[in-house]
Structures are given as C-alpha cells and as structure tokens.
C-alpha cells in the first residue's frame, strides 16, 4: 500500500514536497516513481529511481526543478518541488515498480497510491 501526503495550495515560485510512504511490502526492493494528472489530461510521468537512489531520472517538464529521493530506512519516497509553475497543477501519485523495468509508462508500475493534490497559483 502506497499513501501520498503533501500537496497543498502555493504560489508560482514556491516549494512542496511530497512523500510517500509504503506499507505491506519489500520497499526497498521496489524502484518507484512519481507521476501527476493535470485536470483533463493524461497521467504524466514526472521522476522515477531506483531501489537504491543511485539511478534517477526525470521528465523534461521538471529537470532542474524537482529531485526525487527515498529512505529505505522509512519506507517513503520523496519529491521535492521547487520552483513550480501553474501548469505544475495536478494529483501526484507514487508508484511501485516490482519487477525493476524502470521504465516511464504507467503501465510498467503495479502499484500505485491515492494521489495528492498540488495547486500552483499564477
């Protein structure tokens, strides 16, 4: 089980950061990654890493902007958002990767949280 936490309301310009944290599983076997769905739009592929945070990767949208890292100590990941525009507006969810494809498709993920709404105000 996944549990997204720390969206809210900010200005352009401000700074979030989003945790998940996992239950019920070998977290620190899994890669996991960040996407976001923006009203209207398809789910979106934002930042992924793997099992070890030694591989990342990111979407062009957000480079230089968001850093994505874990504790496998705490069973979470993070995505720390700075910098953010209005069109970073959207429910992020966290997803679990069991089988280490580590790809940027929603389809290469079997698990996924409930999502947290980030509003970024212009």
């Known amino acids: 089980q996944l549990q997204a936490s720390g969206g809210g309301l900010v200005q352009a310009g401000g700074s979030l950061r989003l945790s998940c944290a996992a239950s019920?599983?070998?977290?620190?076997?899994?890669?996991m990654a960040w996407f976001r769905q923006a009203p209207g739009k398809e789910r979106e592929f934002v930042a992924r890493?793997?099992?070890?945070?030694?591989?990342?990767y990111y979407a062009d949208a957000v480079k230089g902007r968001f850093t994505i890292s874990r504790d496998n100590a705490k069973n979470t990941v993070y995505l720390q958002m700075n910098s953010l525009k209005p069109e970073d507006t959207a429910v992020y969810h966290c997803?679990?990767?069991?089988?280490?494809?580590?790809?940027?498709?929603?389809?290469?993920?079997?698990?996924w949280g409930q999502g947290t709404l980030v509003t970024v105000s212009s």
């Open positions: 997803a679990a990767d069991l089988k280490g494809r580590y790809g940027s498709t929603w389809w290469d993920y079997d698990y």
């Open positions: 019920g599983g070998t977290f620190s076997t899994y890669f």
């Open positions: 890493i793997t099992w070890s945070g030694s591989r990342l």
